[in-house]
């Protein structure tokens, strides 16, 4: 199951133990960026879904601007397995592409041994050939949360590379046949939902308990704003007992009565799909998910005229603000990297446009700044391209993790957060069982937030 969820990258971050202050370079190693000739800039990739030929066509690039340099690539797609003894050995990597929330951990046992440089030169830097700064070209939200700045000091050691957003999937040519409207708000989702049932159709299905981390914050913005949803990341007092959070849980309440009902029987591992085929088939009208459900859905069966859409989560009022949770994958320039001022300009480099139309072309990917998409449309399928748009046409992004904690005994967070939900769909939890349950656990964890 190609699922990233801010549930698995809480558990990561929940597994640092020692985060006592901000990883910054006082060494001022290889500060002279005039003395660039005749180095070798060790660039370090995590090889997935982009694939490897981008990195070489942007070895090139950079190498083209930066006469006598050489860029020294290791692309692997067990790139922690590769690079880890070679950290442990002092042969640290310059730069390194590995976004956090996998399996071994690497960027977040970094985070914890403050081994990050700080990257607010990078920010303040104008990108290469363009008069722009980095930090001024990308998108808005995407360096405001704990996904780029992990110790909470207002600094940055991370940046994105690539998002990925996510939202709720419908069937274009369903909505075209039946003269449904794209609801805007909740009062007009409910309303469809109505509508839809005397058609036989159900307003919606998910996939597993897990997806709905990315339908919660969404909803939490919408009903309070984005400091709710920094709220929640921060495990802030009160934050699950709030006016924002009281609507929040109201309209899950709601939903259960809308929701497909074989779902939560089918909302596993083993049975996820069939909750993905349901808006195939249009037997629902919308499921939560993220931009690799095209991809992943691609060789099933699907309803005559079927066309994908994808939409953000309603607003609780006319003209309000419709939110959607964005994965990024991060990058990083490690504290104790040889040449970090290099590695600096290569990370500059990546946002220009030269470089996204780089990754456009040969990864199929886009860099989260402005213009990329213009850029990118080319190279690009129809359907990625309104995937990806989807902040292009207005909705907000939001990107965060949870606050790091020490390990709470006996309390595994994800489980009370979105975990709950298959209890409350199937009636064996009411909604106030689960936003009790849900604030007690927060008020245990903030009690363990690790301290800067």
């Known amino acids: 199951m190609k699922k990233r969820t801010l549930a698995l990258i809480l558990s990561s971050l929940m597994a640092l133990t020692t985060l006592t202050g901000c990883g910054s370079n006082g060494d001022g190693k290889d500060t002279d960026s005039g003395a660039a000739e005749n180095k070798v800039l060790k660039v370090a990739a995590f090889q997935g879904g982009y694939g490897k030929a981008y990195?070489?066509?942007?070895?090139?690039?950079?190498?083209?601007?930066?006469?006598?340099?050489?860029?020294e690539l290791t692309v692997e797609s067990n790139i922690e397995e590769v690079i880890r003894p070679q950290i442990q050995a002092g042969n640290v990597p310059d730069f390194i592409y590995l976004a956090t929330g996998r399996p071994d951990a690497l960027t977040e046992t970094l985070i914890k041994e403050e081994g990050l440089h700080d990257l607010s030169k990078v920010l303040d830097t104008k990108v290469p050939g363009e008069d722009v700064t980095v930090k001024d070209k990308l998108l808005p939200g995407f360096?405001?949360?704990y996904a780029t700045n992990p110790y909470g000091d207002g600094k940055s050691y991370l940046l994105p590379l690539?998002?990925?957003?996510?939202?709720?999937?419908?069937?274009?040519?369903?909505?075209?046949?039946?003269?449904?409207?794209?609801?805007?708000?909740?009062?007009?989702?409910?309303?469809?939902?109505?509508?839809?049932?005397?058609d036989g159709i159900s307003l919606w299905a998910y996939p597993t308990a897990g997806y709905l981390d990315c339908m919660i914050p969404p909803m939490l913005a919408a009903a309070g704003?984005?400091?709710a949803f920094d709220d929640a990341m921060n495990y802030a007092e009160g934050v699950w007992t709030s006016d924002a959070a009281n609507k929040t849980f109201e309209t899950f309440g709601k939903l259960k009565d809308y929701l497909e009902p074989t779902v939560v029987a089918n909302a596993n591992n083993q049975g996820f799909k069939n909750n993905q085929q349901l808006v195939l088939d249009n037997k629902v009208l919308f499921s939560p998910n993220g931009t690799w459900l095209p991809e992943e859905m691609k060789d099933a069966p699907?309803?005559?005229g079927f066309e994908w859409g994808f939409m953000p989560y309603p607003a609780f009022e006319k003209g309000g603000d419709q939110y959607s949770v964005s994965f990024i994958e991060q990058m990083y320039i490690p504290k104790d990297a040889e040449n970090i001022e290099l590695a600096e300009e290569f990370m500059a480099y990546l946002y220009s446009d030269e470089a996204v139309k780089i990754i456009a072309q040969d990864a199929k990917g886009v860099v989260p700044v402005a213009g990329s998409m213009e850029i990118a449309a080319e190279f690009l399928d129809p359907l990625q391209v309104e995937l990806l748009?989807?902040?292009?046409?207005?909705?907000?992004?939001?990107?965060?993790?949870?606050?790091?904690?020490e390990p709470v005994e006996g309390l595994t967070y994800s489980d009370v957060y979105a975990g709950t939900i298959d209890s409350v769909m199937n009636g064996s939890k009411t909604v106030q069982e689960w936003q009790t349950s849900l604030q007690e656990a927060t008020d245990k964890m903030r009690a363990s937030i690790i301290a800067n």
């Open 389 to 405: 748009k989807m902040y292009d046409n207005g909705a907000k992004a939001l990107i965060g993790v949870f606050a790091a904690t």
């Open 55 to 71: 990195w070489e066509k942007l070895k090139e690039g950079f190498e083209k601007q930066h006469e006598g340099v050489t860029v």
């Open 143 to 145: 360096i405001d949360s």
């Open 162 to 198: 690539f998002y990925s957003p996510t939202g709720l999937f419908y069937n274009k040519g369903l909505f075209k046949e039946k003269g449904y409207e794209l609801p805007t708000t909740w009062d007009e989702m409910f309303a469809l939902g109505d509508k839809a049932k005397a």
């Open 225 to 227: 704003g984005e400091k």
């Open 302 to 304: 699907r309803a005559e």
